[in-house]
């Protein structure tokens, strides 16, 4: 394992930098940089630009770091956080999660994801039988729902929810209305002129793990 975290600190302090310029000349926020340097969840993409600003490769940093919470993936792959369902309503492109919390866990993955990405663990019977508890679906929040598309939406509550979208039409407002419709028929669809309803992204990858 290696403590990218650290290292770029070190270089960052070497060079009479604060968590603020590095974070600018990197196009990144301050505070998510901060919680990379003490070792929180960072994709490649992000490792790149810090990088980047630093003068260096990665492979420099990776060469000089040393342990660290944060495991060594293959190149060319990156880690998406796994958010719980009350996170997804704080989980922002810029910053990620506030910097008090960190997600549980995190995947890894090859595929040309935004580093907005995220993915949530599936709980509950709503989506059975395509979608079992357990199973983790990847969400890209950069894109523009479509009917029959799975989503993940918040709703007033902060809570997140996983369903299909269907839209339901224009209203006498002109607003897009649209339902989040179970796969299971014994819930009831959720309906956005009826309920605060906000689509956080769509599912770009589904992820089913074997049970005995």
């Known amino acids: 394992m290696v403590d990218i975290g650290s290292e770029i600190r070190k270089r960052r302090e070497?060079?009479?930098?604060?968590?603020?310029?590095l974070a600018t000349l990197?196009?990144?926020?301050?505070?998510?940089?901060?919680?990379?340097e003490r070792g929180a969840y960072y994709s490649r993409e992000t490792l790149l630009k810090i990088a980047g600003a630093l003068g260096v490769s990665v492979d420099v940093l990776?060469?000089?770091?040393?342990?660290?919470?944060?495991?060594?993936?293959?190149?060319?792959?990156?880690?998406?956080?796994?958010?719980?369902?009350?996170?997804?309503s704080r989980w922002t492109a810029s910053?990620?999660?506030p910097k008090d919390e960190e997600p549980r866990?995190?995947?890894?993955?090859?595929?040309?994801?935004?580093?907005?990405?995220?993915?949530?663990?599936?709980?509950?019977?709503?989506?059975?039988?395509?979608?079992?508890?357990?199973?983790?679906?990847?969400?890209?929040?950069t894109l523009q729902p479509?009917?029959?598309d799975f989503v993940v939406a918040t709703e007033p509550n902060g809570e997140a929810t996983f369903r299909q979208y269907r839209s339901a039409g224009?209203?006498?407002?002109?607003?897009?209305?649209?339902?989040?419709?179970?796969?299971?028929?014994?819930?009831?669809?959720?309906?956005?002129?009826?309920?605060?309803?906000?689509?956080a992204g769509v599912m770009v990858e589904h992820r089913q793990y074997r049970r005995r």
Do not use: C
């Open 14 to 21: 070497r060079l009479g930098w604060t968590v603020t310029k």
């Open 26 to 36: 990197a196009g990144i926020s301050g505070p998510f940089l901060s919680r990379v």
């Open 62 to 88: 990776y060469a000089s770091g040393s342990q660290s919470n944060v495991e060594e993936v293959p190149l060319g792959w990156r880690r998406i956080p796994v958010l719980d369902y009350e996170q997804v």
């Open 95 to 97: 910053a990620g999660l």
């Open 105 to 141: 866990e995190s995947i890894v993955t090859d595929l040309e994801h935004p580093p907005s990405t995220f993915a949530m663990r599936i709980k509950g019977d709503s989506m059975e039988p395509r979608f079992q508890p357990g199973d983790v679906v990847v969400i890209d929040p």
């Open 146 to 148: 479509s009917p029959g």
């Open 170 to 199: 224009i209203n006498e407002n002109g607003i897009n209305v649209f339902e989040l419709v179970p796969l299971n028929a014994l819930h009831a669809p959720l309906r956005s002129d009826r309920l605060a309803l906000t689509v």
